[in-house]
T-cell receptor, first 116, second 116 residues
Framework: AQSVSQHNHHVILSEAASLELGCNYSYGGTVNLFWYVQYPGQHLQLLLKYFSGDPLVKGIKGFEAEFIKSKFSFNLRKPSVQWSDTAEYFC??????????????FGQGTTLQVKP | KAGVTQTPRYLIKTRGQQVTLSCSPISGHRSVSWYQQTPGQGLQFLFE???????NKGNFPGRFSGRQFSNSRSEMNVSTLELGDSALYLCASSLATVAGVFYEQYFGPGTRLTVT
């Protein structure tokens, strides 16, 4: 079965530290990849997306992610985090193919706490 | 553009009852997907509707059903509620096409269902 794994469940960083959140998926075919963020008290928001082309994608608020097909990974990065980045981050995958129409598979989420 | 809206935001029901949740997609979006979010299972796909047709269904019992209207608004229904149905139910809309091409999904704030 297709699945998405986020390695870190809870990350605590100080402001200005660099961030990397890991995401791996299990599916051998074509994928569309996403990172969503859920700030406290708010709904899920799209942070960035990858459909095809340049494997390094940039999103909102200085976030970027790199798709490494050979490693089935789509890790999220930010060079310098801010207190306002405190949130829960979800990696999500759409496995292209029949039976997956309209379906995102989510990782378990990573809670990021940034200390001022 | 207005975002995805969901009503009601909170619901408390008793075991054995049924419940109907509503979702209004972003204007112009014809695809609506539903997800269940719980602390234990995370975000799980329920079903996707496009042009009033269910195109995909997740691994949930038949007590979970949905429909979509001609204006793309969608409802989901859960019959014979169980304690384990307590969750946040999220609706997402997208520009997904009749051919099933996947586009990013935009999420609503969710309906928090508590079953007692």
């Amino acid at each position: 079965a297709q699945s998405v794994s986020q390695h870190n469940h809870h990350v605590i960083l100080s402001e200005a530290a660099s961030l990397e959140l890991g995401c791996n998926y299990s599916y051998g075919g074509t994928v569309n990849l996403f990172w969503y963020v859920q700030y406290p008290g708010q709904h899920l928001q799209l942070l960035l997306k990858y459909f095809s082309g340049d494997p390094l994608v940039k999103g909102i608020k200085g976030f970027e992610a790199e798709f490494i097909k050979s490693k089935f990974s789509f890790n999220l990065r930010k060079p310098s985090v801010q207190w306002s980045d405190t949130a829960e981050y979800f990696c999500a995958v759409n496995a292209v193919g029949s039976g997956n129409t309209g379906k995102l598979i989510f990782g378990q989420g990573t809670t990021l706490q940034v200390k001022p | 553009k207005a975002g995805v809206t969901q009503t009601p935001r909170y619901l408390i029901k008793t075991r054995g009852q049924q419940v109907t949740l509503s979702c209004s997609p972003i204007s112009g979006h014809r695809s609506v997907s539903w997800y269940q979010q719980t602390p234990g299972q995370g975000l799980q796909f329920l079903f996707e509707y496009f042009s009033e047709t269910q195109r995909n269904k997740g691994n949930f019992p038949g007590r979970f059903s949905g429909r979509q209207f001609s204006n793309s608004r969608s409802e989901m229904n859960v019959s014979t509620l169980e304690l384990g149905d307590s969750a946040l139910y999220l609706c997402a809309s997208s520009l997904a096409t009749v051919a099933g091409v996947f586009y990013e999904q935009y999420f609503g704030p969710g309906t928090r269902l508590t079953v007692t």
